[in-house]
Protein backbone atom coordinates (compact mmCIF):
# COMPACT_ATOMS: atom_id res chain seq x y z
CA UNK A 1 0.00 0.00 0.00
CA UNK A 2 1.17 3.33 -1.13
CA UNK A 3 1.98 5.77 2.02
CA UNK A 4 -0.53 8.12 0.76
CA UNK A 5 -3.38 5.53 0.61
CA UNK A 6 -2.07 4.68 3.73
CA UNK A 7 -2.69 7.74 5.63
CA UNK A 8 -6.23 8.14 3.67
CA UNK A 9 -6.42 4.86 5.62
CA UNK A 10 -5.61 5.77 9.02
CA UNK A 11 -8.05 8.69 8.83
CA UNK A 12 -10.88 6.30 7.71
CA UNK A 13 -10.19 3.92 10.31
CA UNK A 14 -9.87 6.23 13.19
CA UNK A 15 -13.49 8.48 11.93
CA UNK A 16 -15.26 4.82 12.07
CA UNK A 17 -13.91 3.92 15.26
CA UNK A 18 -16.31 4.36 18.38
CA UNK A 19 -14.02 5.51 20.85
CA UNK A 20 -9.50 5.43 21.44
CA UNK A 21 -7.51 3.31 18.89
CA UNK A 22 -4.46 1.88 20.05
CA UNK A 23 -1.52 1.85 17.31
CA UNK A 24 -1.30 -1.80 17.70
CA UNK A 25 -4.87 -2.05 16.63
CA UNK A 26 -4.74 0.37 13.90
CA UNK A 27 -1.62 -1.77 12.49
CA UNK A 28 -3.93 -4.84 12.86
CA UNK A 29 -6.77 -3.07 10.41
CA UNK A 30 -3.63 -2.15 7.89
CA UNK A 31 -2.29 -5.20 8.02
CA UNK A 32 1.31 -3.11 8.57
CA UNK A 33 3.86 -2.41 11.22
CA UNK A 34 3.00 -0.87 14.57
CA UNK A 35 5.97 1.26 13.86
CA UNK A 36 4.87 2.36 10.95
CA UNK A 37 1.48 3.65 12.40
CA UNK A 38 3.81 5.61 14.98
CA UNK A 39 5.19 7.11 11.78
CA UNK A 40 2.31 7.79 9.76
CA UNK A 41 0.29 9.44 12.62
CA UNK A 42 3.37 11.51 13.64
CA UNK A 43 3.31 12.90 10.12
CA UNK A 44 -0.42 13.46 9.88
CA UNK A 45 -0.45 15.30 13.40
CA UNK A 46 2.74 17.29 11.92
CA UNK A 47 0.11 18.60 9.02
CA UNK A 48 -2.34 19.82 11.92
CA UNK A 49 -5.01 16.65 11.56
CA UNK A 50 -6.38 16.76 14.53
CA UNK A 51 -5.68 13.62 16.10
CA UNK A 52 -5.85 13.42 19.81
CA UNK A 53 -2.83 10.92 21.34
CA UNK A 54 -2.90 9.71 24.81
CA UNK A 55 -0.31 6.62 26.00
CA UNK A 56 -2.18 3.48 27.44
CA UNK A 57 -5.30 4.51 25.56
CA UNK A 58 -5.04 5.37 22.14
CA UNK A 59 -5.57 7.63 19.38
CA UNK A 60 -8.82 9.66 18.33
CA UNK A 61 -9.71 11.81 15.25
CA UNK A 62 -11.55 14.91 16.83
CA UNK A 63 -15.19 15.92 15.51
CA UNK A 64 -15.96 17.73 12.63
CA UNK A 65 -12.83 16.99 10.69
CA UNK A 66 -12.88 15.68 7.02
CA UNK A 67 -10.73 15.64 3.79
CA UNK A 68 -11.65 18.70 1.71
CA UNK A 69 -13.70 18.12 -1.05
CA UNK A 70 -12.95 16.34 -4.46
CA UNK A 71 -12.81 19.71 -6.60
CA UNK A 72 -13.80 18.90 -10.42
CA UNK A 73 -14.33 21.13 -13.38
CA UNK A 74 -17.64 20.39 -15.25
CA UNK A 75 -14.86 19.35 -18.34
CA UNK A 76 -12.98 17.44 -15.91
CA UNK A 77 -15.90 15.26 -14.69
CA UNK A 78 -17.15 14.67 -18.40
CA UNK A 79 -13.38 13.52 -19.04
CA UNK A 80 -13.92 10.53 -16.42
CA UNK A 81 -17.10 9.91 -17.44
CA UNK A 82 -15.87 9.03 -20.93
CA UNK A 83 -13.05 7.79 -19.91
CA UNK A 84 -14.88 5.13 -17.63
CA UNK A 85 -17.83 4.96 -20.01
CA UNK A 86 -14.97 3.05 -22.57
CA UNK A 87 -13.73 1.07 -19.58
CA UNK A 88 -16.87 -0.71 -18.77
CA UNK A 89 -17.54 -0.98 -22.19
CA UNK A 90 -13.74 -2.53 -23.73
CA UNK A 91 -12.15 -3.61 -20.60
CA UNK A 92 -12.29 -6.63 -18.95
CA UNK A 93 -14.28 -7.74 -16.31
CA UNK A 94 -12.52 -6.55 -13.35
CA UNK A 95 -11.58 -3.17 -15.02
CA UNK A 96 -15.40 -3.15 -16.13
CA UNK A 97 -16.85 -3.50 -12.60
CA UNK A 98 -14.13 -1.04 -11.28
CA UNK A 99 -14.99 1.87 -14.10
CA UNK A 100 -18.64 1.67 -12.94
CA UNK A 101 -17.19 2.09 -9.43
CA UNK A 102 -15.65 5.06 -10.10
CA UNK A 103 -18.32 6.81 -11.43
CA UNK A 104 -20.65 5.92 -8.59
CA UNK A 105 -17.82 7.26 -6.39
CA UNK A 106 -17.82 10.80 -8.12
CA UNK A 107 -21.35 10.67 -8.35
CA UNK A 108 -21.72 10.47 -4.56
CA UNK A 109 -19.02 13.37 -4.34
CA UNK A 110 -19.62 15.82 -6.60
CA UNK A 111 -21.91 18.99 -5.86
CA UNK A 112 -25.19 18.47 -6.37
CA UNK A 113 -25.34 20.96 -9.20
CA UNK A 114 -23.23 19.15 -10.60
CA UNK A 115 -24.51 15.38 -10.22
CA UNK A 116 -26.09 15.43 -13.82
CA UNK A 117 -23.00 15.51 -15.49
CA UNK A 118 -22.67 11.77 -14.45
CA UNK A 119 -26.40 10.35 -14.02
CA UNK A 120 -27.31 12.15 -17.26
CA UNK A 121 -24.20 12.92 -19.08
CA UNK A 122 -24.28 14.34 -22.40
CA UNK A 123 -20.76 12.93 -23.10
CA UNK A 124 -21.01 9.24 -24.71
CA UNK A 125 -19.18 6.14 -25.93
CA UNK A 126 -21.05 3.17 -28.08
CA UNK A 127 -21.13 0.10 -26.60
CA UNK A 128 -18.99 -2.75 -27.46
CA UNK A 129 -21.09 -4.57 -30.14
CA UNK A 130 -19.20 -7.70 -29.47
CA UNK A 131 -17.56 -9.74 -26.78
CA UNK A 132 -13.93 -9.47 -26.85
CA UNK A 133 -11.70 -13.07 -27.27
CA UNK A 134 -9.23 -13.09 -24.60
CA UNK A 135 -8.94 -17.11 -24.74
CA UNK A 136 -8.27 -18.28 -21.37
CA UNK A 137 -5.85 -15.37 -20.48
CA UNK A 138 -6.30 -13.50 -17.33
CA UNK A 139 -5.75 -9.93 -17.93
CA UNK A 140 -6.04 -8.98 -14.54
CA UNK A 141 -2.73 -11.51 -14.08
CA UNK A 142 -1.68 -9.98 -16.91
CA UNK A 143 -1.48 -6.23 -15.63
CA UNK A 144 -0.36 -7.51 -11.94
CA UNK A 145 2.99 -9.79 -13.38
CA UNK A 146 3.20 -5.76 -15.49
CA UNK A 147 3.58 -4.10 -12.01
CA UNK A 148 5.70 -6.44 -10.62
CA UNK A 149 8.53 -6.83 -13.49
CA UNK A 150 7.64 -10.52 -13.77
CA UNK A 151 9.03 -12.30 -16.92
CA UNK A 152 6.42 -14.20 -18.55
CA UNK A 153 6.53 -17.30 -20.66
CA UNK A 154 4.30 -17.22 -23.64
CA UNK A 155 2.82 -20.26 -25.58
CA UNK A 156 1.88 -17.81 -28.93
CA UNK A 157 0.42 -18.62 -32.43
CA UNK A 158 0.67 -15.47 -34.70
CA UNK A 159 -1.36 -14.53 -37.52
CA UNK A 160 -0.32 -17.21 -39.91
CA UNK A 161 -0.65 -19.49 -37.26
CA UNK A 162 2.71 -20.02 -36.55
CA UNK A 163 3.14 -21.80 -32.85
CA UNK A 164 6.15 -20.20 -30.81
CA UNK A 165 7.32 -19.66 -27.41
CA UNK A 166 8.73 -16.85 -25.95
CA UNK A 167 10.17 -15.19 -22.57
CA UNK A 168 8.89 -12.01 -22.36
CA UNK A 169 9.11 -9.10 -19.97
CA UNK A 170 5.70 -7.38 -19.73
CA UNK A 171 5.39 -3.33 -19.70
CA UNK A 172 1.38 -3.07 -20.47
CA UNK A 173 -1.77 -4.28 -21.21
CA UNK A 174 -3.36 -2.67 -24.44
CA UNK A 175 -6.92 -2.22 -24.56
CA UNK A 176 -7.97 -1.22 -28.28
CA UNK A 177 -11.11 -1.26 -29.87
CA UNK A 178 -11.88 -4.63 -31.04
CA UNK A 179 -8.28 -6.20 -29.56
CA UNK A 180 -6.44 -6.11 -26.75
CA UNK A 181 -2.56 -6.94 -26.48
CA UNK A 182 0.50 -7.28 -24.01
CA UNK A 183 3.23 -5.01 -25.27
CA UNK A 184 6.39 -6.39 -23.68
CA UNK A 185 10.27 -7.05 -24.09
CA UNK A 186 10.69 -9.95 -26.07
CA UNK A 187 13.88 -12.02 -24.79
CA UNK A 188 14.11 -13.84 -28.23
CA UNK A 189 13.70 -10.85 -30.90
CA UNK A 190 15.38 -8.10 -28.38
CA UNK A 191 12.61 -5.77 -28.88
CA UNK A 192 9.74 -4.74 -28.43
CA UNK A 193 6.41 -7.01 -29.28
CA UNK A 194 2.66 -7.21 -29.25
CA UNK A 195 1.00 -10.15 -28.37
CA UNK A 196 -2.89 -10.24 -29.02
CA UNK A 197 -4.59 -12.24 -25.76
CA UNK A 198 -6.50 -14.05 -28.13
CA UNK A 199 -3.27 -15.95 -29.32
CA UNK A 200 -2.17 -16.79 -26.01
CA UNK A 201 -2.10 -20.25 -25.69
CA UNK A 202 -1.32 -20.43 -22.42
CA UNK A 203 0.87 -18.42 -20.04
CA UNK A 204 3.90 -19.52 -17.22
CA UNK A 205 3.26 -16.95 -14.55
CA UNK A 206 7.50 -17.10 -13.53
CA UNK A 207 8.50 -15.74 -10.36
CA UNK A 208 11.74 -14.24 -12.09
CA UNK A 209 12.33 -10.61 -12.13
CA UNK A 210 13.18 -8.79 -15.15
CA UNK A 211 16.47 -7.09 -15.09
CA UNK A 212 15.28 -3.23 -15.98
CA UNK A 213 12.88 -1.24 -14.17
CA UNK A 214 9.20 -1.11 -16.18
CA UNK A 215 9.04 2.76 -16.66
CA UNK A 216 12.92 2.43 -18.26
CA UNK A 217 11.39 -0.06 -20.44
CA UNK A 218 8.13 1.68 -21.16
CA UNK A 219 10.01 5.14 -21.96
CA UNK A 220 12.00 3.41 -24.33
CA UNK A 221 9.05 1.72 -26.03
CA UNK A 222 7.38 5.46 -25.86
CA UNK A 223 10.56 6.50 -27.79
CA UNK A 224 10.23 3.93 -30.58
CA UNK A 225 6.47 5.46 -30.98
CA UNK A 226 7.56 8.48 -32.61
Known amino acids: MRRADRLFEILQVLRRAKGPLTASAIAEKLETSQRTVYRDLAALMARRVPIRGEAGVGYVLERGFDLPPLMLTPSEIEAVVLGAQWVAANADKTLSAAAEGVLAKVAAIVPEHLRELVDDPVVGTPPARHKHPDGTVDLGRLREWSRKQLKLHLHYTDAEGLVSKRTVWPILVGYVTGVRVLIAWCELRRDFRYFRT ?7 FLDTPYPERR ?11 K
Not at 198 to 204: A, Q
Open 215 to 225: ATLRRRWEAQL
Open 198 to 204: ERLLSVD
